[in-house]
C-alpha cells in the first residue's frame, strides 16, 4: 500500500498524542496492513486490512497489532480540538446527538476514503509523517469526506463538552483493567479529585488505589486458576506496568507466586 512490507510503519498527521490507555483526542486509524485489535471495556473490536474507524477522544481503550505476513502498516489523523473548532466555525456543520458509548466508531468501506490514503503517498517524509506545510489541509480533506460517507460523526467530532458526572460504581467495575492515573478516571466520571475521592470511597469504603490493586490482582487471580493464561500474558491485561511488580504485589496479596498458581492448576 503505502509503506514497505515485512515491517511495522507507521503514519501520523496531526499533533503528537500520548501512548497512554486514555485517549486524549479523536483520531481516525486505517489499517493497511495486519490486523489491530482494540477493547474499550465494553467489548473487543478488530480491524482488518482496508478497514478503520474513529476512535474517540475522553474514552479508554487498549489496542495492540498483529502482523500478517511479517507485516503491519496503519495510518493515523489526529483531529485534535482547535483543528475542529477552526473547522466548525469555517464549515458549520450539522451536528446530531450520537448516542453510542463506544470508544471505537467503526466505519463502512468507501472508495473515496481509500481513495484519500492512497493519495497521501507523495507528502510522506520518509519519517512516517506527512509533510507539515501539507498536514492540515490533508487532515481537512478527510475530515470532509468522513462528514460526507458518514454524516453521524458531526455528534462525536464537534462535541466539546467535559464529561457529565456518571455513576462510579459502573464505571470502575468496567474500567479497572485500564493502567491509568486516578486524576483520569476522576475526569472521566466527571468529578474533581477530591470529589473523586469521597463518592470512591462512599462507594467502595476504600481508596481507589487499595481498590484498584486488590480488583485487579482478583481478576489475574481467576484468568490464570480459572481460565488457563500465563501471568506473562496477564499482567497487562488487568492494568499493571510491568511483570515484576505484578508478581510482587500478587505475591503480597495471596501468599504465593503467579507462577505457582499456574503450575497448580
Known amino acids: 500500500m503505502l509503506l514497505q512490507p515485512s515491517q511495522t510503519k507507521s ?7 500520548s501512548p497512554e490507555e486514555f485517549i486524549q483526542e479523536h483520531f481516525f486509524l486505517y489499517i493497511g496492513k495486519g490486523i489491530m485489535h482494540g477493547y474499550d471495556g465494553h467489548k473487543h ?3 482488518h486490512e482496508g478497514e478503520y474507524c474513529l476512535v474517540r477522544k475522553n474514552h479508554l ?6 502482523r500478517v505476513n511479517n507485516a503491519f502498516e496503519k495510518v493515523v489523523v489526529i483531529f485534535d480540538e482547535p483543528f475542529l473548532k477552526k473547522f ?3 464549515y458549520k456543520p450539522t451536528v446530531k446527538k450520537f448516542t453510542s458509548s463506544s470508544a471505537f466508531v467503526l466505519l463502512h468501506q468507501h472508495k473515496k476514503i481509500a481513495a484519500f490514503i492512497s493519495s497521501l503517498i507523495p507528502y510522506y517524509d520518509g519519517f512516517g509523517k506527512i509533510k507539515k506545510q501539507f498536514a492540515d489541509s490533508k487532515r481537512e480533506e478527510l475530515l470532509l469526506l468522513l462528514l460526507k460517507t458518514s454524516p453521524a460523526l458531526a455528534g462525536v467530532l464537534f ?12 464505571f470502575m467495575n468496567r474500567n479497572f483493567r485500564f493502567n491509568v492515573a486516578i486524576q483520569r478516571f476522576a475526569y472521566l466520571t ?3 479529585i477530591s470529589a473523586f475521592k469521597r463518592d470512591f470511597a462512599t462507594t467502595f469504603h476504600e ?5 484498584l490493586m486488590q480488583k485487579r490482582l482478583r481478576e489475574a487471580y481467576f484468568l490464570i486458576d ?11 491485561e488487568v492494568g499493571f506496568e510491568d511483570l515484576s511488580h505484578f508478581s510482587f504485589a500478587f505475591k503480597k496479596q495471596f501468599g504465593f507466586a503467579p507462577t505457582q498458581l499456574q503450575h497448580a492448576g
Open 207 to 211: 481508596t481507589p488505589g487499595r481498590w
Open 61 to 66: 481503550a487498549r489496542y495492540n497489532k498483529e
Open 11 to 17: 503514519c501520523y498527521i496531526g499533533p503528537v498524542i
Open 45 to 47: 473490536y478488530s480491524l
Open 226 to 236: 480459572k481460565k488457563g493464561k500465563k501471568p506473562s500474558d496477564v499482567y497487562l
Open 159 to 170: 462535541d466539546f463538552a467535559v464529561p457529565h458526572k456518571i455513576d462510579i460504581e459502573a
Open 88 to 90: 466548525a466555525s469555517q
Open 190 to 192: 466527571g468529578r474533581s
